[in-house]
């Protein structure tokens, strides 16, 4: 069962985020995801959700996305985002 990462981001830097986002991608397609969205149009339709800048990435299932966030390749990569971006993100099962 597919597994989905959403994020919400809010960019504190640009430029560290740019030098984050091509690090990353690498990790998540070593781990079998990809990206589905990144950063486009968001239009809220319901409630007081105000999210900035939204991705969403899938996975084959749950314990892939798991190993994807807790892989010593995407771990390096914490303190470069805490400084680029303020970040909520959850992981869900997909159908």
Known sequence: MSA????DLEIKDPELFRQFFERVTGTVEAHGGRFVARGGEIEVRL?????RRLSILEFG??????AWLASPEY????????????INMVVTEGL
């Open 4 to 7: 989905y990462v959403i994020t």
């Open 47 to 51: 409630g007081s959700w105000t999210p």
């Open 61 to 66: 299932s749950m314990e892939q996305a798991r």
């Open 75 to 86: 771990t390096e990569l914490g303190d470069l985002l805490s400084r680029a971006a303020n």
